[in-house]
């Protein structure tokens, strides 16, 4: 028996490793590919509108790299669709005539993004400025759309809904709508959608503040700047709206989870809530403690009963609680600065029209754009570690999914070497683009994956 | 008509899709990595890029579709599939990984060393990923994967006569499409010489397919009976279909016509598909699993057809405003990279 668990424990591992490592690189490119283009057009729109050169060139740049990270981030998604017959052939197999709706709808989202990427993107020169605008229209639509779509199944496997089974196991009545429409959707879809938001505007503001950090402080670098941080800046307080009944919603929808990502061992009213600090079973060891706080969060009075993790058995908590608590408060903490950021820049900019241009401004959004991301990984960290050890919750087990097949490890560790070196040349190619764009005032270089260059240096 | 089966027959018609457009994509690849070297190998991989540079992305987001129908509409034959070919299928998704960033890096790459790295890995991608999607076929239709969680066996399963057949049968079907295509590109960018160069091509990767499905039929007719079966007689008339305009493909090339060859290139491909789908109904893996039986609840399939239906409603009319701009050259940054040698 022990021969057959001990192989079976390390698939397990493996699988989950390839999972979260697999998803955790997606799920950045994922982001930049639903906001991205709303910035490019942003920026499209406000070059025709004003006939403001460096808002045109910006978007024409933006443009190459959503037609990079596009690529890429397809590439990235197809390896997510292989695995979920090559890791969880038994969660496909059981509820992907459940959940399966959501990817065809999905499918038809990325199909038309990237028909009208494609036609974006190598329709700068001959279509005329306006068609050639509204052929990028419908981009930000279908990202939106296709975000709904992958969102609400993750949404689903965390308030599993819409399906009867039969006494073997065997889904036998399937009710989309209620599929679609589970009740983690309206906080789940719209605090990833934010979240994309959010990275991509501080991603792409914080390349332009290290550019005027080193000098570069012509209107193009405060243009490329502002765009992406208003868009950002506007959105950080709603996010922190949505999050905050995200978590309310989730104490009540996945108590366990919420339990987990505060550390809260026993049932009590009167709960403290801890800033950092380690979990064990007696409590919060270190960490700021806010006495009631926690209570007071979950139902606006510090007498709100929050349900403990003691109220179910081990084997039903999730794991690596200190690193769930720690990845729900950076979570928060990041978010908090975002806020503080776009207060910043709004006072500023309410008193002079003008972007603060001070080195610690800079600094700021320099770093944001690293600190978003890393926000977003301990969202996805905490819904995913959270829901543990389900995948579908409280349905069926992550152990109960996994493939039997051999060779896990050997395919994770294939995954991450490739994945390394995509990264790599992904960061290479990204630079080397911005090199040229500097070293060139004619913007002439190559689209990514696009045709050939200037004839002239193609034919002989 | 079930639903079950209509779904099937959706799912058919992604598998014929990416059969065509992702093969013709693959063959591409292939024809950039045995280019060799020198003045003409680069300007023939020029075209390629060049030609499938503002497709290639919606190409193969058919294998998406495959994939997304199948577990929707028919999961217990996703996940017996998926967990029995753990192999060749995860060999199949790395290669997709390398194609697709091989591609998307080599045009960026500053280096020549670099680029050419790039391009290895594209090329040699674009002949593996079909070699082990095309194993996979095989083994299903040889009655390799039972159902259940990696209950058949993980080597063997893939690596008999007929699934290797099929693998290399789909190298050589990708590279005839991709050379007929190229055959196009090249009188579309004016370069004669590389119009032959593809034609020569195109008539060898021909007679490779044509000898490698034979060789195929004597295998299917020893290890996949009840799919021979099906193609020796309801799946006949395709399979001929399929043989004459592959035939016809081969004379319009030798006598350099300049329309036509595409359409029945491409109609050789997807009879050839529709045939072996033909052949292997009812069954989704021959004699263990019917499409009745691997079906998802009504519910399920009727939401798959009605989301198809919407697909063909928005999708085809995008899909042809992509291909029409980029045949008509509307959208491409630069002018055709061969112009020079159009005359000679």
Redesign the interface.
């Known amino acids: 028996m022990t021969q057959l668990a001990v192989p079976l424990a390390s698939t397990l591992e493996a699988a989950r490793s390839q999972m979260a490592f697999t998803l955790g690189f997606h799920i950045i490119l994922a982001s930049l590919g639903v906001a991205l283009p709303a910035l490019m057009l942003i920026a499209n729109h406000r070059g025709l509108r004003r006939d403001d050169a460096d808002a045109l060139l910006l978007a024409r740049r933006w443009s190459k790299v959503v037609a990079v990270t596009f690529a890429v981030g397809a590439v990235t998604g197809t390896v997510l669709s292989f695995e979920f017959g090559l890791l969880w052939p038994e969660f496909t197999g059981r509820f992907g005539e459940v959940f399966g709706v959501l990817f065809a709808i999905e499918g038809i989202f990325f199909f038309l993004e990237a028909i009208f990427v494609a036609i974006y993107i190598f329709g700068w020169e001959r279509l005329s400025p306006w068609t050639h605008f509204w052929s990028g229209v419908p981009i930000p639509f279908c990202g939106l759309g296709g975000a709904f779509s992958v969102v609400a199944v993750n949404s689903w496997m965390n308030q599993p809904q819409g399906y009867t089974m039969s006494s073997g196991g065997e889904v036998t009545d399937v009710d989309p709508l209620k599929v679609i429409f589970n009740p983690a959707v309206p906080y789940e879809v719209p605090h990833m959608i934010l979240a994309a938001y959010l990275v991509t505007g501080f991603l792409v503001a914080s390349v332009y503040a290290v550019g005027m950090l080193r000098g570069r402080r012509d209107r193009y670098h405060r243009l490329g700047l502002l765009i992406p941080l208003t868009v950002a800046c506007a959105l950080a307080p709603v996010q922190f709206a949505v999050g905050d009944s995200a978590a309310r919603a989730i104490a009540k929808d996945q108590p366990i989870k919420f339990a987990a990502m505060e550390c809260v061992q026993t049932t009590a009213t009167h709960v403290t809530e801890y800033i950092y600090g380690r979990c064990t079973s007696e409590g919060v060891k270190g960490g700021v403690g806010i006495p009631g706080f926690d209570s007071f969060l979950v139902g606006f009075s510090t007498d709100t009963e929050v349900i403990g993790l003691d109220t179910v058995p081990a084997e039903d908590r999730p794991p690596a609680n200190t690193m769930l608590h720690w990845a729900f408060d950076t979570m928060v903490g990041i978010g908090s600065a975002m806020i503080a950021l776009g207060l910043w820049l709004g006072v500023v900019w309410w008193r002079r029209r003008e972007i603060p241009q001070t080195k610690w401004f800079l600094r700021a959004v320099a770093i944001s754009g690293v600190a978003a991301v890393v926000a977003l990984e301990c969202g996805w960290i905490v819904t995913e570690v959270g829901r543990q050890p389900w995948i579908v919750y409280e349905v069926m087990r992550t152990e109960d999914a996994v493939t039997q097949a051999d060779g896990v490890w050997v395919t994770f560790a294939l995954v991450v070497g490739l994945y390394v070196v995509l990264g790599a040349a992904l960061a290479i190619t990204l630079r080397a683009m911005a090199r040229r764009w500097r070293a060139a005032a004619e913007d002439d270089s190559e689209v990514p994956y696009g045709p050939s260059g200037p004839p002239a240096e193609v034919a002989r | 008509m079930s639903s079950a089966d209509a779904v099937a027959g959706v799912l058919w018609i992604g598998v014929t899709a990416y059969a065509v457009f992702g093969g013709a994509d693959f063959g591409a690849g292939f024809w950039s990595l045995f280019a060799g070297r020198g ?1 003409r190998a680069r ?1 023939a991989r ?1 075209l390629i ?2 030609a499938i ?6 190409n ?2 058919w ?3 495959v ?3 199948l ?3 028919f ?2 034959a ?7 070919l ?2 060749p ?2 060999l ?3 290669g ?3 194609r ?2 091989g ?3 080599h ?4 280096r020549l060393a670099g680029r050419r790295v790039a391009e290895r890995l594209f090329g040699l991608s674009s002949l593996l990923t079909p070699f082990f999607l095309g194993t996979v076929l095989g083994a299903v239709a040889s009655g390799e994967v039972p159902v259940g ?2 209950a058949g066996d ?1 080597v063997s399963s893939w690596t008999g006569p007929l699934p290797l057949l099929l693998g290399a049968l789909s190298v050589a079907v990708s590279a005839y499409l991709a050379a007929v295509f190229l055959v196009s590109d090249a009188r579309r960018a004016g370069a004669a010489d590389l119009e032959r160069y593809f034609a020569v091509r195109a008539l060898g990767a021909a007679v490779a397919a044509g000898a490698l499905a034979v060789a195929g039929i004597v295998a299917l007719r020893a290890d996949a009976r009840f799919v021979y079966g099906g193609l020796t007689s309801a799946g006949l008339p395709l399979v001929i279909v399929s043989a004459v305009c592959g035939i016809a493909v081969l004379v319009l090339l030798r006598r350099g016509a300049r329309r036509g060859a595409r359409a029945l290139a491409v109609g050789a491909v997807a009879a050839v598909v529709c045939g072996w789908g033909v052949a292997q109904h009812p069954y989704l893996l021959p004699q263990e699993l019917t499409i009745d039986a691997g079906a ?2 009504t ?2 399939l009727t ?2 057809l009605i ?2 239906g ?2 063909v409603v ?2 085809i009319p ?2 042809a ?2 291909y029409t ?2 045949q008509r ?12 040698r159009g005359d000679r």
């Not at chain 2, 996703?78 to 029995?84: P, V």
């Open positions: 003045e300007r020029d890029g060049w540079g503002p497709v290639w992305e919606a193969h987001v294998l998406i579709f994939l997304v129908v577990w929707t509409g999961s217990t996703f996940a017996s599939i998926f967990s029995t753990f192999i299928l995860s199949a998704a790395i997709i990984v390398l697709g960033s591609f998307a890096f045009k960026t790459a500053r969680n990696a993980p998802a609840p519910a399920t939401s798959l989301v198809f919407v697909a928005l999708v995008s899909l405003l992509l701009l980029a050259d509307l959208i491409a940054e630069g002018d055709a990279p061969v112009t020079d």
